[in-house]
């Protein structure tokens, strides 16, 4: 994916958009500088952030602030993970989530992706029911910091029983994830939303676009291995 631009434009991308998740704050040219050791200096860095700007990567929010991404460069950056975590072989899900046996306590295997994450996570084993845990741990996140969020955020997921079928068909080959506005069972837009169905399990990880898709993405990954 990334032939898509050039491949210094892309590492800056990906540093800005690891950051981002990490700080919840706008990234300078000077701070892909410091952490992004790429041997060109820092108004190199930053014409090559106000190119992927223009491209409609990254936006600023601020006419003094750094970079943010965009759904667009959220997206370029998930694929590129999904392609990864396609190609290299998972580690052993065990050493961190228990025994298999442990697994199939699927709330408990819940609890423990939420405190991973900081995400809300909702689960089935029936296909019949959606549950859901973690909503204290994703309201830590600073997108959560008035009661508007919070209340948008509930509504949401408690919408989705809904759509429960729906859900479920879209999750049932392979990982998937849905950024922002690509998501068509949320009526807003500010959140990312990643499912996969084996067996007779559903698992979704929902939270703000500005969530650990690697880190959740791989959960995934190395679960599936592991069953």
């Not at 929902?206 to 190395?222: A, L």
């Amino acid at each position: 994916m990334k032939s898509m631009i050039s491949d210094r434009k892309a590492q800056i991308l990906e540093s800005i958009i690891e950051e981002y998740i990490t700080s919840a704050m706008p990234v300078s040219s000077g701070r892909v500088f410091d952490i992004c050791d790429m041997g060109v200096s820092c108004p190199t860095i930053r014409n090559e952030m106000a190119d992927l700007t223009d491209l409609g990567y990254l936006e600023q929010p601020h006419t003094s602030a750094g970079r943010v991404p965009t759904e667009k460069g959220y997206r370029f950056f998930v694929n590129d993970l999904l392609e990864k975590f396609g190609e290299e072989n998972g580690e052993n899900v065990k050493n961190t989530y228990g025994s298999q046996q442990k697994i199939f306590n699927l709330k408990s295997f819940a609890d423990n992706i939420s405190n991973e994450v900081k995400a809300a996570v909702i689960f089935s084993n029936d296909y019949r029911e959606l549950k859901f845990v973690g909503l204290k741990q994703v309201f830590e996140n600073p997108e959560f910091s008035t009661c508007s969020d919070v209340i948008s955020f509930i509504e949401e997921i408690e919408g989705l029983e809904n759509y429960l079928g729906d859900i479920l068909d879209s999750s049932d080959s392979g990982v998937k994830v849905f950024i922002g506005s690509e998501n068509p069972f949320f009526e807003r837009h500010n959140y990312s939303m990643i499912s996969r169905a084996f067996g007779n399990i559903f698992i979704s990880i929902v939270g703000p676009m500005r969530m650990d898709y690697e880190k959740s993405i791989s959960i995934f990954d190395k679960l599936i291995k592991t069953l």
